[in-house]
């Protein structure tokens, strides 16, 4: 069984900043992308960012220059650094990873069960 775990949500003022953590944990061989995504009420589920293995990051139009990215390969985490966040911003962010649970077997794409992140005054 492969979880993804996520921590950091709440609520945070417009303008402030939140980190959202995620950890893999479980039968895991290897993890190829890992990434974040978010749903607002009412809206389809969008990329937020997303990073290869190697470091390579793929980051929304409508976030460059305010959010982050980072993983950690060897404790199998991924982070999402925000600043500067907006009302409009507010959603449930999903962790994601492709995840190969034995060497036997291909690549599994898995959710975490969601974080809420209100962004309101």
């Known amino acids: 069984q492969v979880q993804l775990v996520e921590s950091g949500g709440g609520l945070v003022q417009p303008g402030g900043s939140l980190r959202l953590s995620c950890a893999a944990a479980?039968?895991?061989?290897?993890?190829?992308?890992m990434g974040w995504y978010r749903q607002a009420p009412g809206k389809q589920r969008e990329l937020v960012a997303a990073i290869t293995s190697g470091g390579t990051t793929n980051v929304a139009d409508s976030v460059k220059g305010r959010f982050t990215i980072s993983r950690d390969n060897a404790k199998n985490t991924v982070d999402l650094r925000m600043n500067n966040l907006k009302p409009e911003e507010t959603a449930v962010y999903y962790c994601?990873?492709?995840?190969?649970?034995?060497?036997?077997?291909?690549?599994?794409?898995?959710w975490g069960q969601g974080t809420q992140v209100t962004v309101s005054s």
């Open positions: 479980g039968s895991i061989f290897s993890i190829n992308d």
């Open positions: 994601n990873a492709k995840i190969r649970p034995v060497p036997t077997r291909g690549f599994f794409e898995y």
